[in-house]
């Protein structure tokens, strides 16, 4: 059996009102649902708040759970909305559209400091520094390891937009590593 | 024509690497990819700079430690919803003993550690007639907290001895529980992610292992 097929007939036993299945969920994928969230607010005390709301909203919906999508997915789509409901009610705009210039940002630090850096520091700080919408997608597909439908269903967009989303993330990450000194050839 | 219409092959490729990566393409993307990779000399550089990116990714995720009582707080908010949980539905007389066990204070606890021992190798030579095997319940505290584990749930009806000579043979360490549920963490001797996930699927591969799930993998787990 696989994980996915476990997961799916632990969320059966959580319909059935089975606490022990909801924690082995819980054990599960907690932390890549705390991380998740982490990541989208900036605020590990919000998503410590999320992530168990996340799991107690799988105790309630599991009765209604069709099973069309991977219990993972399902967890990061009910987290999504979470975050963005909360973020909504403390009025932070989360999508700032300045953020875009935050990469190239990054590339702009003193020649001196970026040059410390190795290649995988730097990385992962141009990694960190990317706007929300295009870290998100770069989270979702290497770290969670969801396919672009996936994803799609995740934040509710279409597939041709993951994809255009993919697509100028990893772009803009090329172009801050090339004004780095880091140049990989593409774009 | 759309934007991603207007794209070159070498754009497209760079677009699908990540999911191709992650192994989640399929059909004429996974195919087109291959293709690119077999074909074109910048292919498997660019794949180079996509895995690095993975890595950076995972660190990024991995750097970020969830609340070490998140179980615990979960639970109590769970049983304020859907009201108390009822006992443990006839758990094995191990998982009772451990829950006496893990009510006494820390410091007599560990003292205590010994006779529990004593106790349960005791009854594992009443009940199989054999000789118990050197049952290792627990090295320090700081030593268990660092180590590697799953989490475990024996089936009600195992056999104690079968358990302890598993435990033994594999040098697996009972580092805490059970919860309310009866869910064991086991310490996991493992210094590699890969040797954790032979561990795991061993435990989980056991006649008297209802689940094993994943806990802390060694610092190589990505």
């Given at each position: 059996m696989t994980a996915a097929e476990t997961d799916r007939a632990l969320v059966e036993r959580v319909a059935k009102g089975d606490r022990t299945a909801v924690r082995l969920l819980f054990m599960r994928h907690h932390a890549r649902v705390y991380r998740f969230v982490a990541r989208q607010t900036g605020s590990e005390l919000m998503a410590d708040d999320i992530a168990?709301?996340?799991?107690?909203?799988?105790?309630?919906?599991?009765?209604?759970f069709e099973g069309r999508s991977e219990v993972s997915t399902w967890l990061l789509g009910i987290a999504r909305f979470k975050a963005l409901s909360l973020l909504r009610k403390k009025k932070e705009d989360w999508i700032d559209d300045d953020d875009a210039a935050q990469v190239?940002?990054?590339?702009?630090?003193?020649?001196?400091?970026?040059?410390?850096?190795?290649?995988?520091?730097?990385?992962?700080?141009?990694?960190?520094?990317?706007?929300?919408?295009?870290?998100?997608?770069?989270?979702?597909a290497y770290y969670h390891g969801q396919s672009v439908s996936e994803i799609g269903e995740v934040l509710g967009i279409p597939v041709a937009t993951v994809k255009t989303r993919m697509f100028y993330a990893r772009k803009k990450l090329g172009e801050a590593l090339k004004a780095a000194g880091y140049d990989r050839g593409w774009p | 024509m759309s934007a991603a219409e207007k794209m070159s092959r070498r754009d497209k490729m760079e677009m699908l690497l990540p999911f191709y990566l992650n192994g989640s393409l399929e059909g004429t993307e996974l195919e087109a990819i291959e293709e690119?990779?077999?074909?074109?000399?910048?292919?498997?550089?660019?794949?180079?700079?996509?895995?690095?990116?993975?890595?950076?990714?995972?660190?990024?995720?991995?750097a970020i430690r969830p609340p070490a009582d998140a179980l615990s707080r979960f639970a109590r908010a769970l049983d304020a919803e859907a009201g108390p949980a009822r006992a443990p539905?006839?758990?094995?007389?191990?998982?009772?003993a451990w829950s006496r066990f893990m009510a006494v204070p820390a410091g007599v606890a560990w003292a205590a550690a010994a006779v529990l021992l004593a106790l349960v190798v005791a009854q594992s030579f009443v009940q199989t007639g054999n000789r118990g095997g050197d049952f290792e319940i627990a090295g320090?505290?700081?030593?268990?907290?660092?180590?590697?584990?799953?989490?475990?749930k024996f089936k009600p009806d195992a056999k104690l001895s079968d358990i302890l000579a598993f435990l033994d043979q594999n040098q697996l360490k009972i580092a805490g529980g059970p919860t309310a549920d009866g869910v064991f963490r086991l310490g996991?001797?493992?210094?590699?992610?890969?040797?954790?996930?032979?561990?795991?699927?061993?435990i989980a591969a056991q006649p008297f292992t209802e689940a094993a799930l994943e806990g802390r993998k060694p610092a190589d787990g990505g």
């Open positions: 168990n709301e996340v799991f107690l909203e799988l105790w309630r919906q599991a009765p209604v190239a940002d990054g590339a702009d630090t003193p020649e001196v400091v970026t040059m410390k850096e190795d290649k995988a520091a730097a990385l992962r700080r141009f990694i960190d520094a990317m706007p929300e919408e295009h870290r998100t997608v770069i989270d979702l | 690119w990779l077999a074909s074109d000399p910048a292919a498997m550089a660019a794949l180079g700079e996509a895995e690095a990116e993975f890595s950076g990714t995972a660190a990024a995720n991995e539905a006839a758990s094995s007389w191990l998982a009772q320090s505290e700081d030593d268990l907290a660092k180590m590697p584990f799953a989490l475990v996991v001797p493992a210094e590699t992610a890969a040797d954790y996930q032979k561990l795991l699927d061993l």
